[in-house]
């Protein structure tokens, strides 16, 4: 096996922010492939995020330690724990290894990545929310009106412009649905409450993302889910499997990414245990081309939820794989029919 990483920038169409970042236009993943000595290549990608202490320089020191003849596209069970063995946390990079690996899997065995793991997928099923970042209440009603064809926004919040954000929401699109992430900017359970008392005036705001600080004592989040109006779900809070029991306490649901849990097989066991435990599931994306993006729509059939939209807030996409027209995921046009069913353009 050899194993091939490269960086590539991502060009955005509009400065990115939220509530923990300043804005940005440009974003950098590292692509990854494994190819076998048998002429299978398998596709990963890493979207490194800041917040859990990781970038494109920890991502490459931990590929650069990868030794590639210790992984199977015959094995992907053994072949990640190996690479756990390699260093702990790191889960971005790993996230790269894992879904190179699945994708070489499921096309040895024939099949695209969603049947490969057993969960099928629903043609023009699945709806994709469309992400409106921090910014002036000007530019969001820009962003707003691009976003026209989505049936449903994501909103975010958690700075003391809100108010006027909404509103400038609400000014293009009167009744769209809409979902909002605080990523944790609300920072006491009482704040966190009127701002989402608030929200839940707007009939038509579906559910609030992680609206408080990851360290925010469990008795508060407890106090929290109890009084909200709107489902509460966790993103920040929620990272593997072993998470779900005490975001069960907390939240109504849980928001996973592929980054964050490590992979397509972390991220099947983070829905899986979310699910038995009665939490709504959703995934969610960084600013990520369609080889991340495609890795998580093979999922979907797992979630009641998605914000899989990281490739459609850049201009210079350079694979193709699910499409979202109208927020509507689909398949049906990408060119490969195996494994992850992404190409390069």
């Given at each position: 096996?050899?194993?091939?990483f490269?960086p590539?920038?991502l060009?955005?169409?509009?400065?990115?922010?939220?509530?923990?970042?300043?804005?940005?236009?440009?974003?950098?993943?590292m692509?990854?492939?494994?190819?076998?000595?048998?002429?299978?290549?398998?596709?990963?990608?890493?979207?490194?995020?800041?917040?859990?202490?990781?970038?494109?320089?920890?991502?490459?020191?931990?590929?650069?330690?990868?030794?590639?003849?210790?992984?199977?596209?015959?094995?992907?069970?053994?072949?990640?724990r190996?690479?756990d063995?390699?260093?702990p946390?790191?889960?971005?990079?790993?996230?790269?290894?894992?879904?190179?690996?699945?994708?070489?899997?499921?096309?040895?065995?024939?099949?695209?990545?969603?049947?490969?793991?057993?969960?099928?997928?629903?043609?023009?099923?699945?709806?994709?929310?469309?992400?409106?970042?921090?910014?002036?209440?000007?530019i969001?009603?820009?962003?707003?009106?691009?976003?026209?064809?989505?049936?449903?926004?994501?909103?975010?919040v958690?700075?003391p412009?809100?108010?006027?954000?909404?509103?400038a929401?609400r000014?293009?699109?009167?009744?769209?649905?809409?979902?909002?992430?605080?990523?944790?900017?609300?920072?006491?359970?009482?704040?966190?409450?009127?701002?989402?008392q608030?929200?839940?005036?707007?009939?038509?705001?579906?559910?609030?993302?992680?609206?408080?600080?990851t360290?925010?004592?469990?008795?508060?989040?407890?106090?929290?889910?109890?009084?909200?109006?709107?489902p509460?779900?966790?993103?920040e809070?929620y990272?593997?499997?072993a998470?779900?029991?005490?975001c069960?306490?907390?939240f109504?649901?849980?928001?996973?990414?592929?980054v964050?849990t490590?992979?397509?097989?972390?991220?099947?066991?983070?829905?899986?245990?979310?699910r038995?435990?009665?939490?709504?599931?959703?995934?969610?994306?960084?600013?990520?081309?369609?080889?991340?993006?495609?890795?998580?729509?093979?999922?979907?059939?797992?979630?009641?939820h998605?914000?899989?939209?990281?490739?459609?807030?850049?201009?210079?996409?350079?694979?193709?794989?699910?499409t979202?027209?109208k927020?509507?995921?689909?398949?049906?046009?990408?060119?490969?029919?195996?494994?992850?069913?992404?190409?390069?353009?």
């Open positions: 096996m050899k194993l091939i490269r590539i920038e060009h955005l169409a509009h400065k990115w922010q939220i509530a923990r970042t300043s804005g940005s236009i440009t974003s950098e993943v692509i990854v492939e494994l190819q076998d000595g048998a002429g299978i290549t398998g596709l990963g990608e890493s979207s490194p995020i800041q917040r859990y202490n990781e970038n494109m320089e920890t991502v490459a020191a931990f590929l650069r330690r990868v030794n590639a003849a210790k992984l199977s596209f015959a094995d992907v069970p053994g072949s990640m190996y690479v063995s390699v260093a946390g790191n889960m971005a990079a790993k996230c790269a290894v894992n879904i190179a690996l699945v994708d070489g899997a499921a096309r040895l065995a024939g099949k695209a990545v969603y049947d490969f793991l057993g969960l099928g997928f629903r043609e023009r099923h699945h709806v994709t929310s469309f992400t409106i970042g921090i910014d002036t209440p000007e969001i009603r820009q962003k707003v009106m691009a976003a026209k064809d989505y049936p449903i926004l994501k909103i975010k958690g700075v412009g809100d108010r006027e954000n909404m509103k929401v000014e293009i699109a009167p009744t769209k649905t809409v979902r909002v992430d605080a990523n944790e900017g609300w920072k006491t359970k009482e704040q966190a409450l009127e701002m989402i608030w929200l839940a005036e707007d009939k038509h705001v579906e559910y609030v993302e992680q609206p408080m600080p360290t925010t004592p469990v008795a508060d989040m407890v106090w929290l889910k109890e009084r909200s109006p709107l509460l779900y966790g993103d809070s990272h593997t499997a998470d779900a029991p005490r069960a306490e907390c109504h649901g849980v928001n996973i990414k592929l964050k490590g992979g397509i097989s972390a991220g099947f066991g983070a829905l899986s245990a979310a038995k435990l009665g939490l709504k599931t959703m995934i969610g994306c960084m600013i990520e081309t369609s080889i991340l993006i495609s890795a998580a729509a093979h999922l979907a059939e797992l979630c009641d998605l914000d899989i939209d990281g490739n459609l807030l850049i201009t210079d996409d350079p694979y193709v794989g699910v979202a027209e927020g509507l995921l689909s398949f049906a046009s990408a060119p490969e029919k195996l494994g992850l069913r992404v190409s390069r353009r």
